[in-house]
């Protein structure tokens, strides 16, 4: 049989049995990814691993110097001169783990639990964002049941931690191409065309450490809140552990409660809510009944804020062991107006699309080391202004308590294109699959779209993929009945571009 009647996708549209291959097929993909560690920064493993599949299975590819790879994937016969067409999705992961869990990111392997629904992790994030798209491509790519032009599969790293990859890599790559598929969206059914850009911003200030003067000290957890993606749930009002602690410990200082701070920190990760913080602080013995007073009326006040919210969190402020050291006075008090400073969640809405968030941002990491305190924060907005007035806000921030502030490669966002034709074409061939109207979205969260809008601002783009909920959360889940029907979608894209 010629491959050209071969190519007629009717293996992951027709009947359960296929239904379940593809299913199947994918998921081993998947498992491959869950077996190698790839947090943000650390893809050199995953990498050659992509580079190595590639080269088994007989196509052409490059390894660039960031360690993206580019996958060259032949047209099938008679589509030859359809317009090049690239699919695309980053190989790094968010790396979250449930407080007690011994998870190292940079050598252990995600574990797996399957039912009949549904694919999580046990005790950590999943890495279905974006390790599903990575293994629906590969998936696709390799299948002798697909009808399609000349496609290009592009892998980038470090798409959750500042995107380098995406920024980095060659616009070659894009200046010949028509189209672009990125699979990193979370919901079938919906097509997303826009994005928000954003910003990171570094905090660090060198700190001094001196032998406590109090004789008390206090060991104090802030845990089990929500948590979520900073870009997706930032809108749903989740708890920030990182500034509530501080909101904590600040409440008691300017209530007459002299604080000496020996630890802090909370977050794993800049993009993630923080749903876990830590402080330990030494005060005065004559003081031990207002803070902890304090302690009580500031976690009632937080327990009434987010009733029906944060449902699950726990506050503990126990007494513990006096620190040989903590942070001098003037480095403890700059830290905590710094973190209670920054406005943190929403700040604007869209005035030209229902519902969307225009601007936030994400205390997402803080952590006092032996030698600088650290505060880490994310910004978004489909705003160029807004991400102006965010970095203009946060130098003057850092220079009233004393920080240097970095910001760090800025990310562009994805504006709305009004003769995009593969969004037509995809909401096409979703129709044709389900029988249903596509949703088209604009998102507050960041894909790597707008970087490549930047090197082709021709190049065609939509992003789609499977259902998956709680991403950056060890709650993620990908919900497996999605799976088939995106790439039944995306085999119908591919052969109606003849």
């Not at 050209?4 to 998921?27: I, K, P, W, Y």
């Not at 493993?45 to 088994?56: G, I, N, R, T």
């Not at 000290?217 to 920030?240: D, Q, T």
Request: charged share 20%.
């Amino acid at each position: 049989m010629k491959k050209e009647e071969q190519c007629n996708g009717s293996t992951v549209r027709d009947g359960a049995e296929d239904q379940h291959s593809v299913l199947e097929g994918v998921l081993a993909e998947f498992y491959e990814l869950a077996n190698i560690p790839r947090q943000s920064n650390h893809e050199k493993a995953v990498s050659d691993y992509l580079a190595d599949w590639a080269e088994k299975n007989g196509f052409d590819y490059v390894q660039d110097q960031e360690n993206n790879v580019i996958i060259e994937v032949p047209p099938t016969q008679g589509y030859e001169k359809v317009p090049l067409t690239i699919i695309q999705g980053h190989m790094d992961m968010v790396c979250i783990a449930d407080d007690g869990v011994k998870y190292d990111p940079l050598t252990d392997p995600i574990k797996l639990i399957r039912n009949e629904k549904n694919l999580t992790a046990q005790g950590t994030s999943l890495g279905a964002d974006n390790g599903i798209g990575v293994a629906i491509t590969l998936y696709m790519i390799r299948s002798k049941n697909l009808c399609h032009g000349p496609l290009r599969a592009i892998f980038t790293v470090n798409e959750e931690d500042g995107f380098t990859g995406a920024l980095r890599i060659s616009e070659k790559y894009f200046l010949d191409a028509a189209y672009l598929v990125n699979c990193d969206s979370e919901a079938f059914g919906e097509l997303t065309e826009s994005c928000a850009g954003s910003n990171r911003y570094d905090f660090s200030k060198s700190c001094t450490w001196v032998s406590p003067k109090g004789n008390k000290a206090y060991k104090l957890s802030l845990s089990g809140l929500r948590g979520g993606h900073s870009g997706m749930e930032i809108g749903l009002g989740h708890a920030n552990a990182i500034k509530n602690m501080g909101i904590a410990l600040s409440y008691a200082f300017r209530n007459g409660v002299h604080i000496e701070l020996a630890v802090f920190e909370g977050g794993q990760a800049l993009n993630a809510i923080p749903a876990n913080a830590r402080a330990t602080v030494v005060i005065a013995a004559d003081h031990q009944k207002a803070f902890e007073e304090l302690m009580v009326v500031i976690m009632e006040q937080f327990g009434k804020t987010y009733q029906g919210i944060e449902e699950n969190y726990e506050f503990t402020c126990e007494k513990t062991m006096l620190p040989d050291q903590v942070l001098s006075e003037a480095d403890a008090e700059s830290y905590l107006n710094l973190i209670v400073g920054i406005q943190d969640g929403v700040h604007t809405i869209s005035p030209f699309a229902d519902d969307l968030i225009e601007s936030s941002a994400n205390i997402g990491l803080a952590k006092l080391g032996a030698e600088s305190m650290n505060l880490h924060v994310m910004a978004r907005s489909s705003e160029d202004f807004h991400l102006l007035q965010y970095t203009l806000m946060y130098q003057s921030l850092a220079f009233m308590s004393g920080f240097d502030v970095e910001n760090a490669l800025p990310t562009p966002g994805w504006a709305v294109d009004s003769d995009n034709l593969l969004k037509d074409m995809y909401a096409q061939a979703y129709k044709d699959c389900t029988g249903k109207d596509i949703k088209i979205i604009a998102i507050h969260a960041g894909l790597e779209c707008g970087s490549f809008a930047k090197k082709n601002p021709d190049l065609k783009m939509i992003s789609v993929g499977p259902d998956l909920s709680d991403i950056h959360t060890p709650k993620e889940t990908l919900y497996l009945d999605s799976i088939a029907p995106s790439v039944a979608v995306l085999v119908k894209l591919f052969k109606d571009m003849k």
